[in-house]
């Protein structure tokens, strides 16, 4: 089983930028990594992801061009980079993995982000 921990969120303001980490207890190597994040009274939406390898990320239209999603396997960790924050980026962010040959999915806690306008 592989747990997952997030760090990084805090309030910044508009335009601001943010590093957010998501620290997994075991080796990662074999997981697919992804950054989701649930608005207040919303449901939670896909942000980015990444392959095991690192060769490829998806993101999700609202954030393309300004967040980058990156991996470090030997530090077991995920990374989001957050730059020219909005206030629509306004979420708790909860990191995500998928083992690719079993597809059992892990969930962290959430990283509360505030953008102040």
């Known amino acids: 089983q592989v747990q997952l921990v997030e760090s990084g969120g805090e309030l910044v303001q508009v335009g601001g930028s943010l590093r957010l980490s998501c620290v997994a207890s075991g080796r990662i190597s074999e997981y697919a990594l992804g950054w989701w994040r649930r608005a207040a009274g919303k449901e939670r939406e896909f942000v980015a992801a990444?392959?095991?390898?690192?060769?490829?990320?998806n993101y999700a239209d609202s954030v393309k061009g300004r967040f980058t999603i990156s991996r470090d396997n030997a530090k077991n960790t995920v990374f989001l980079q957050m730059d020219s924050l909005e206030p629509e980026d306004t979420a708790v962010y909860y990191c995500h993995a998928e083992n690719v040959r079993t597809r059992v999915t892990y969930w962290g806690q959430g990283t509360q982000v505030a953008v102040s306008s």
């Open positions: 990444i392959n095991w390898r690192g060769s490829i990320r």
